[in-house]
């Protein structure tokens, strides 16, 4: 077993780095669209013999250092209660949205094992199939994400209707979070009970609030999964996409390892938050349109600003785009290797 993602998430600096990619199994791989061409997405992450061979995919075709489940931070809101859609070019939609005190009193705590069973089963064949391979990352998203997506009925510019409940009824808005929080905290136990090795929290979200109102709204709850998987014994990632503004409030959760997207640099980061910190990423994921000397130039710059920080994880700063061709991929994981080798 290729252990270099999980000593590396447990601050221990490797050669070469390890490095998976944020949606690696995904619409970019061929092997994935086969199998998308006659199964809807929702289908085939409520399947676990289909969630564990698309996982698989990028681990075979890129040779990445981590699998991450496939799945979605949006399933277990389903299990809570709420709709669940996937529309073709529109994203997800929950409806009916989640936005009075009656919305929330048809909400109920999740039960992993009754309301998402295949995703338990999806990480029990992952880790017989992985047994010789790479570790295994679960994941959920963080309560202020998931609140967006239930609040907003779906994908968001503005979060408005999130705001407006955060500001208005702010009392409203903590009830949703805390059983957002609860369910998210049971979800990730189980993940692990089931064989989860590593977590990622993604708050893909909660870079639209200001630093106080992400200190109030959004930081106390990822801090309370992440103070409530203490005892699990797994590392955990914390992702806040657009969250350059807040790395001191996000250090202060305490969590593991930083995950970072492309606009703030490792260095910077670092020099705000010390050297003792394990990081995770940051490429734009759209460097790997650049030409191949301008990209292993990129990957190189990251890399050694990465051995500023305790330990890095190399990851793109968000997830790969559809537009990516697969050889580009493989050959940004065999320079990330190469170059740290
Ligand atoms: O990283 C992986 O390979 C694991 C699987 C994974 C998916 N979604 C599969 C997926 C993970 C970890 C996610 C997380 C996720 N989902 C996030 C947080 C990360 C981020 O991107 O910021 C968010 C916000 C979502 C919500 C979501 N899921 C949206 C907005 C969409 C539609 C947009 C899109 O890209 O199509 C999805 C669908 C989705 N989730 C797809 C995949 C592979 C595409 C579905 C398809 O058409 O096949």
Not at 180 to 203: N, P
Not at 282 to 289: E, G, I, T, W
Not at 297 to 304: F, G, K, P
Request: glycine share 8%.
């Amino acid at each position: 077993m290729n252990e270099a993602f999980l000593r590396a998430c447990k601050g221990e600096r490797t050669k070469p780095v390890p490095v998976w990619l944020m949606r690696q199994a995904g619409r970019y791989l061929p092997a994935y669209q086969k199998i998308r061409s006659d199964t809807d997405f929702l289908t085939l992450c409520k399947t676990p013999e289909l969630a564990a061979k698309v996982t698989l995919q990028p681990v075979d075709i890129l040779g990445v250092d981590a699998a991450i489940l496939f799945s979605d931070i949006l399933i277990p809101l389903e299990g809570m209660g709420t709709g669940l859609e996937f529309h073709e070019g529109r994203g997800p939609v929950l409806n009916p949205p989640v936005r009075t005190e009656q919305d929330i009193n048809r909400l109920r705590p999740i039960d992993p094992v009754a309301h998402v069973p295949f995703v338990l089963e999806t990480i029990r064949i992952l880790r017989k199939e992985l047994s010789d391979k790479v570790p295994l990352i679960g994941f959920s998203g963080a309560p202020f994400t998931l609140a967006t997506y239930m609040i907003e009925g779906g994908t968001s510019k503005s979060f408005v209707y999130t705001k407006r409940m955060l500001f208005e009824t702010p009392s409203l808005f903590s009830r949703l979070m805390d059983l957002i929080t609860e369910s998210t905290l049971s979800y990730l136990k189980a993940q692990v009970e089931a064989g989860a090795q590593a977590l990622q929290v993604f708050d893909t979200w909660a870079g639209s609030l200001c630093k106080e109102d992400y200190e109030r709204h959004a930081l106390p709850y990822a801090t309370r999964i992440i103070d409530g998987l203490r005892d699990a014994g797994v590392p955990i990632i914390y992702f806040v996409f657009n969250g350059g503004h807040v790395l001191e409030s996000i250090h202060s959760s305490g969590v593991d390892v930083i995950g970072l997207d492309w606009r703030t640099e490792i260095e910077t980061v670092v020099s705000r938050l010390g050297p003792d910190i394990v990081v995770q990423g940051n490429l734009d994921p759209c460097a790997l349109f650049l030409p191949e000397i301008e990209l292993k130039q990129r990957i190189a710059s990251v890399l050694s600003q990465g051995r500023k920080a305790k330990a890095h994880i190399f990851n793109l700063g968000h997830g790969i785009l559809p537009e990516i061709s697969p050889e580009k991929a493989k050959l940004f994981v065999k320079m990330v290797h190469e170059l740290s080798a």
